[in-house]
C-alpha cells in the first residue's frame, strides 16, 4: 500500500529532494548524529520515515560500520536526510543552525537547497 503523508511537509519535502544527492553527505555523514535527530523526532515526522523505508536497524547498522547492502537503502537514508535538513530550512532556522544541526558545511546545504528547487 502506497499513502502520503500530508499532516506535515516532510512527506513532500522528500518527494521534491533528488534522489542521488548522496555525494553531499559521502564526505560529511556523521551516522551517529543521524540516529540522535531519528530518535528525537516527533512520532509524525518519524512516521513518515517508517513509511518511505527508514529503519533503525539500518542506521545502527552504519553506526558499528557496516557497509549498505543495498545502495537503495543508503539512497534512502541519504535522501531523507536531506529533507529533513530542507524541513528545518522552511522552517525557518537560520542556515548555520541547520548546518550544525547535521554537521554539514554551509555550501553543501545551499547546494542541496539548489539542487532540490531545481528538481521539484
Known amino acids: 500500500m502506497r499513502s502520503l503523508a500530508l499532516d506535515t511537509e516532510l512527506h513532500l519535502l522528500y518527494l521534491v529532494t533528488p534522489l542521488h544527492?548522496?555525494?553531499?553527505?559521502?564526505?560529511?555523514?556523521?551516522w551517529n548524529v543521524y540516529?540522535?535527530?531519528w530518535s528525537k523526532l516527533p512520532t509524525r515526522l518519524q512516521k513518515?520515515?517508517?513509511?518511505?523505508?527508514?529503519?533503525?536497524?539500518?542506521?545502527l547498522g552504519k553506526i558499528?560500520?557496516?557497509q549498505a547492502t543495498?545502495?537503495?537503502?543508503?539512497?534512502?537514508?541519504?535522501?531523507f536526510l536531506s529533507a529533513l535538513?530542507?524541513?528545518?530550512?522552511?522552517?525557518?532556522?537560520?542556515l548555520g543552525v541547520v548546518a550544525r544541526r547535521f554537521?554539514?558545511?554551509?555550501?553543501?546545504?545551499?547546494?542541496?537547497?539548489?539542487?532540490?528547487a531545481t528538481y521539484a
Open 103 to 116: 554537521r554539514i558545511n554551509r555550501g553543501a546545504l545551499q547546494t542541496l537547497q539548489q539542487q532540490s
Open 48 to 59: 513518515v520515515g517508517k513509511m518511505i523505508g527508514i529503519c533503525d536497524s539500518f542506521i
Open 21 to 30: 544527492n548522496d555525494s553531499i553527505w559521502m564526505n560529511y555523514i556523521d
Open 85 to 94: 535538513a530542507l524541513f528545518d530550512l522552511i522552517r525557518e532556522c537560520p
Open 70 to 79: 543495498e545502495t537503495g537503502s543508503m539512497q534512502i537514508h541519504l535522501r
Open 64 to 66: 558499528q560500520g557496516r
Open 35 to 37: 540516529y540522535d535527530i
